[in-house]
């Protein structure tokens, strides 16, 4: 009988499924290949999973090196990657510090380092003393270089003022000092009063701190040439390190101070402190960390 007499005869359909029925075997479940299968598929899952994580963790380590790299750090901190640990633990990871030993910068004879070393007001308006330490040079030839840089700058405030010429350099240079211009500003403005030192280079035989003199570099009083700073004049000087502070008291009371400032890599440190109008000095006393006196300066203001 074909498919298609089975189709509309459903008596004789139901018989030849019964026989087929009767013909399959029957036997037990197969458990031992069930067991054996599933214990191989097991094992694969564990190695693939083992092997997920260990990319993950490559893969954490990794993004730590490169959003270090990418992140802002501050002076003297380097990013550092973590060898990742064979076994896991719930510990905290101890945190590494890497010391990095700043480099100097370099020392360039045709740029000068310049920083305000003090400020105030006086009749009003806001004063400024700056020191520009032009480092010193190798040749001579670069000596002139760097005196025709240091007039220029002097220059735009002092229109008369004489260039510095090539005998001038003959004579007095000395690859061992650094030169330091000293000038104020008032309300921002570069005034006409300066003046030009020489202090030593790092290192250099008049910067040790078994010296007697707390001074180091020269000075000068300005302000007062051209009346920029009125009845208020400006002392500007050159201190060893070991002065910690400058203190004037005044005849008619009162007491200024003022802390010396560090002016790129100079050991010559510079401070300023104008005059207290209608007064003259009762001591000017250079102090050392301790408060003791390191000397005594007779001469400023008086002249005044």
């Not at 403005?189 to 001074?215: C, E, F, L, M, N």
């Not at 009845?231 to 910690?244: K, M, Q």
């Amino acid at each position: 009988m074909n498919i298609e007499e089975l189709a509309g005869d459903e008596a004789a359909a139901a018989r030849v499924l019964s026989g087929l029925a009767e013909s399959v075997e029957i036997g037990s479940a197969p458990y031992d290949r069930l067991i054996a299968g599933g214990r191989r598929r097991l094992r694969r899952r564990r190695v693939l999973s083992t092997g997920a994580a260990a990319v993950l963790v490559a893969a954490a380590v990794g993004g730590v090196a490169v959003f270090g790299g990418l992140g802002q750090k501050g002076p003297g901190v380097s990013d550092v990657a973590a060898a990742p640990s064979a076994v896991a633990t719930s510990e905290p990871a101890a945190a590494v510090t890497v010391s990095a030993t700043p480099t100097a910068p370099a020392r360039d004879p045709f740029t000068p380092v310049r920083t305000v070393v003090g400020h105030g007001t006086a009749n009003g308006r806001q004063w400024q003393a700056w020191a520009a330490l032009w480092p010193a040079t190798a040749t001579k030839e670069d000596a002139y270089r760097q005196a025709e840089l240091i007039w220029e700058d002097r220059h735009a405030a002092i229109p008369q003022l004489p260039k510095t010429t090539r005998a001038d350099i003959d004579r007095g240079w000395n690859p061992h000092v650094d030169t330091v211009n000293l000038y104020l500003t008032v309300d921002g403005q570069r005034q006409v009063d300066d003046t030009v030192h020489q202090t030593d280079v790092p290192g250099g035989p008049d910067t040790g701190a078994g010296s007697s003199s707390p001074t180091s570099g020269g000075g000068a009083m300005l302000g007062f040439k051209g009346a920029e700073m009125g009845a208020s004049p400006v002392v500007i000087e050159g201190v060893r390190p070991g002065v910690a502070k400058i203190a004037v008291t005044w005849n008619t009371g009162g007491t200024s101070e003022a802390v010396p400032v560090t002016v790129g890599d100079s050991p010559t440190r510079w401070y300023a402190v104008a005059k207290k109008p209608g007064a003259q000095p009762d001591t000017y006393t250079y102090l050392g960390a301790d408060g003791t006196a390191l000397g005594t300066n007779t001469g400023w203001f008086r002249s005044f």
